[in-house]
């Protein structure tokens, strides 16, 4: 079976400055992997995938993840945020295999100081 | 809007009454899932559809939880006898079907804006 790990359930951070937001994964099978963001009352909305070839994903917002099959992570990262970042971020994980439910992590809130 | 449609958006119910969500997903969209989510947390898998079948149930899913697909386009979710334990938002998503763009898709889902239970 699949599990998703979000190291952080909080993260604070100043406009402008950077962020990082961890997820490792746990699974025998190989898997896709992915970030959804969930705005408050609103359903969840893709970020960016991972599904095989470059390491380096780029999603939507000038957000970016990096696979690292080693360490089994899937970390979502961006340079420079904005106030319109703040929301709750999931990192999720399915089996690479036709037809598979997507398991979703705990979530990451990122909150945005001005 | 082709997007997945949720309805109602919000319920408010006494505890012990029956309510029912719908859902419709995005036209072409074989598959179908419904997660539910409380505050604070994930969503957790309750169970998925390809066309009408219902392929995997979560054990979250008790006896008072029934999920339809009939015709494989839209899906209802039925709660009976409501408990407050039940309140939760409930979200609906849909992922076209395999084949050959799931290299493109990799299953990747949908989710509609979700369904608002409060049990009172």
């Known amino acids: 079976a699949q599990s998703v790990t979000q190291l952080d359930s909080q993260v604070p951070v100043f406009e402008e400055a950077p962020v990082e937001l961890r997820c490792n994964y746990s699974s025998s099978v190989s898997v896709y992997l992915f970030w959804y963001v969930q705005y408050p009352n609103q359903g969840l909305q893709l970020l960016l995938k991972y599904l095989s070839g470059s390491t380096l994903v780029k999603g939507i917002n000038g957000f970016e993840a990096e696979f690292n099959k080693s360490q089994t992570s899937f970390h979502l990262r961006k340079p420079s945020v904005h106030i319109s970042d703040t929301a709750e971020y999931f990192c999720a994980v399915t089996r690479y295999s036709s037809a598979s439910k997507i398991i979703f992590g705990s979530g990451t809130r990122l909150s945005i100081r001005p | 809007d082709t997007g997945v449609s949720q309805d109602p958006r919000h319920k408010i119910t006494k505890r012990g009454q029956n309510v029912t969500f719908r859902c419709d997903p995005i036209s072409e969209h074989n598959r179908l899932y419904w997660y539910r989510q409380t505050l604070g947390q994930g969503p957790e898998f309750l169970t998925y559809?390809?066309?009408?079948?219902?392929?995997?149930k979560s054990r979250l899913l008790s006896d008072r939880f029934s999920a339809e697909r009939p015709k494989g386009s839209f899906s209802t979710l039925e709660i009976q006898r409501t408990e407050q334990g039940d309140s939760a938002m409930y979200l609906c998503a849909s992922s076209p079907p395999v084949g050959t763009d799931q290299f493109v898709s990799g299953n990747t889902i949908y989710f509609g804006e979700g369904s608002w239970l409060t049990v009172v």
């Open positions: 559809f390809q066309n009408e079948a219902q392929l995997e």
